[in-house]
């Protein structure tokens, strides 16, 4: 299994930046796909998750701002981040879930929010 993250980059606040997750290797569709971020000095948090019905969720601190999508034809997850805070500035990683011992992480792509 592989997931490569890509999109990651310096915005200034209020801007926006997509970031996509491209798999191999696995049943993408049948996986729940989640972007989460790590900012210097703290945990990784969850941010946003699609499942394989195409539900989604998302951390309080991106409602209104993030959107995650995915197309299972191309095997990629979507992160589309608007409105950019300078809190927003991590690494982010994309992780496929399906059950413990079928989680994956992707590399991580470094976003950076300046004000």
């Known amino acids: 299994v592989q997931l490569q993250a890509s999109g990651g980059g310096l915005v200034q606040a209020g801007g926006s930046l997509r970031l996509s997750c491209a798999a191999s290797g696995m049943s993408f569709s049948i996986y729940t796909m989640n972007w989460y971020r790590q900012a210097p000095g703290k945990r990784r948090d969850l941010v946003a998750s699609i499942h394989s019905g195409h539900s989604t969720s998302y951390a309080d601190s991106v409602k209104g701002r993030f959107t995650i999508s995915r197309d299972n034809a191309k095997n990629t997850v979507y992160l589309q981040m608007n409105s950019l805070k300078p809190e927003d500035t991590a690494v982010y990683y994309c992780?496929?879930?399906?059950?413990?011992?079928?989680?994956?992480w992707g590399q991580g792509t470094l976003v950076t929010v300046s004000s």
């Open positions: 992780n496929a879930f399906y059950r413990q011992d079928m989680s994956f």
